[in-house]
């Protein structure tokens, strides 16, 4: 097995629109993001930090780095998966995630894991 592959975290995120915390008429969108991250590679890991790029429906970015996710830094061994859900606010009845982990694994190698860009939309919004 290449070393590539040692080294591996599976992504998959899901959003929802949260109408009863939600006010349109002040641009105030709530949405709720339910990630699941499963180590598909054959070393444990440790999801130690986050970085968020969300982008409103008028290109407005805002940047979020942090410890962990939901105050927990989750080790994975290999076929292990954690989901957690959080939230995200928005001007815009539009716009979209994407960022990255900061991971460790067991052997003390650090890398990054890419978080798929998703959209978040008001439903019936986009086409």
């Given amino acids: 097995m290449t070393e590539d592959h040692r080294y591996e975290i599976q992504v ?3 959003s929802t629109y949260v109408a009863d ?4 008429s002040r641009e105030q969108f709530v949405f709720a993001y339910t990630i699941r991250i499963t180590n598909t590679g054959t070393v444990a ?4 930090s986050r970085h968020w790029v969300i982008t ?5 970015v805002q940047e979020v780095r942090g410890p962990g996710v939901v105050g927990q830094q989750p080790l994975l ?9 959080s939230g995200a606010s928005l ?3 539009v716009g979209t ?3 990255s ?4 694994s067991a052997d003390g190698r650090e890398f990054d894991v890419p978080i798929p860009s998703f959209t978040l939309s008001v439903p019936r919004t986009l086409h």
């Avoid at 982990?101 to 460790?104: G, K, R």
């Fill in 12 to 14: 998959e995120p899901v």
């Fill in 45 to 48: 890991a440790k999801l130690v």
């Fill in 56 to 60: 409103d429906g008028e290109h407005r």
């Fill in 101 to 104: 982990y900061q991971m460790v």
């Fill in 91 to 93: 001007n815009t009845p």
């Fill in 77 to 85: 061994a290999p076929g292990e998966s954690f989901e957690y859900t």
């Fill in 21 to 24: 915390q939600s006010d349109p």
């Fill in 97 to 99: 995630m994407r960022g």
